[in-house]
C-alpha cells in the first residue's frame, strides 16, 4: 500500500476519533474490508498493542501502520495519530468561545452518540473473531461485567484477563 495513502487513511480515522477506539471502525473498513492489506486478527492485535502500553488509546494506529507496511507504516501511524493533535490548537482557539452554545452541544453530544453507535457496530466482528471457544467467551463476559460493576482500572481487568486466558489455556 502506498505510503501516502496509508497516512491519510489512518489521518481519516484518527480526526474523526473524539475517545481513542471511535476510529476503529473507520480503520476496519478501510484497511480489512475496502483494500484488504489487514485482517481482523492483525486488528485486534494492533488494538491490544495500543492498550497495553502506556500512552493514548489511539496508539494502536502506529500498530495498524506496523502491520500493513512495517516500521515505514508505523511512522505512518505516528503522524497520523499527532496530526490532529496540531490542528486541534487553532481549533479550540476559534471554537473555544462558541462550545457553550445550544447547536454546538447538541452537535458534540449526537457526535458522541454516533461514536458508541461505531464502536459497537465495529467490535461485534473483531469479537467474532476473536471469541474462538467458551474460556474466550466466558472471559470477554467476566470481564465486561466487572467493567460496568465496579471502578476497577482498566489495567487490572486487562491483567486478570490474560492470567484467565494462560490458565485455560493450561487447561485445555
Request: proline share 5%.
Amino acid at each position: 500500500m502506498n505510503l501516502l495513502l496509508l497516512y491519510l487513511l489512518l489521518l481519516k480515522a484518527t480526526a474523526t476519533s473524539f475517545s481513542g477506539l471511535t476510529s476503529l471502525p473507520v480503520v476496519r473498513n478501510d484497511l480489512v474490508v475496502r483494500y484488504q492489506v489487514l485482517t481482523d486478527r492483525q486488528l485486534n492485535a494492533a488494538v491490544v498493542a495500543g492498550q497495553t502500553g502506556p500512552g493514548p488509546y489511539g496508539l494502536y494506529v502506529v500498530s495498524v501502520g506496523y502491520f500493513v507496511a512495517g516500521v515505514p507504516g508505523a511512522f505512518c501511524g505516528y503522524l497520523a495519530m499527532i496530526t490532529p493533535a496540531f490542528l486541534i490548537i487553532p481549533m479550540l482557539r476559534y471554537l473555544g468561545a462558541r462550545a457553550r452554545h445550544p447547536g454546538a452541544r447538541s452537535a458534540i453530544q449526537g457526535v458522541t452518540l454516533a461514536a458508541a453507535g461505531l464502536i459497537v457496530a465495529s467490535a461485534i466482528p473483531l469479537a467474532q473473531d476473536a471469541l474462538t471457544g467458551a474460556a474466550a467467551v466466558a472471559i470477554a463476559i467476566a470481564s465486561f461485567l466487572v467493567l460496568i460493576a465496579t471502578r476497577l482500572d482498566t489495567l487490572w481487568v486487562i491483567a486478570g484477563s490474560a492470567v484467565a486466558g494462560l490458565v485455560a489455556g493450561f487447561l485445555a
